[in-house]
Nanobody, 119 residues
Framework: QVQLVESGGGLVQPGGSLRLSCAAS?????????MGWFRQAPGKLRELVAT???????NYADSVKGRFTISRDNAKNTVYLEMNSLKLEDTAVYYC????????????WGQGTQVTVSS
């Protein structure tokens, strides 16, 4: 059974930094999976934050470009999100996602980790 477990969320002041991690168990050959981070703020729809393809192509939401960095470690089945210069509007539950390239049946989500930016 596939399980994605996020960690690293918490409370941080504006301008601060956090590093999120998402480790997958039950997935073999994670090199064939696209990986990404999404977030959902209260009363809003879930939105894309950043993705990294199986080939290493990276995409960021405009709102986080220059502040967030996504990376992956296939050997550890893990995807990371380094978040710097955090703003109040970055407050949300952050979810990681892994999807087997070319087969949407194998689409997995973590349980979410809360990130709160507050002074």
């Amino acid at each position: 059974q596939v399980q994605l477990v996020e960690s690293g969320g918490g409370l941080v002041q504006p301008g601060g930094s956090l590093r999120l991690s998402c480790a997958a168990s039950g997935i073999s050959l994670s090199m064939y999976y696209g990986m990404g981070w999404f977030r959902q703020a209260p009363g809003k729809l879930r939105e894309l934050v950043a993705t990294v393809s199986n080939l290493g192509r990276i995409n960021y939401a405009d709102s986080v470009k220059g502040r967030f960095t996504i990376s992956r470690d296939n050997a550890k089945n893990t995807v990371y999100l380094e978040m710097n210069s955090l703003k109040l509007e970055d407050t949300a539950v952050y979810y990681c996602n892994m999807q087997l390239v070319g087969d949407p049946r194998y689409d997995y989500w973590g349980q979410g980790t809360q990130v709160t930016v507050s002074s």
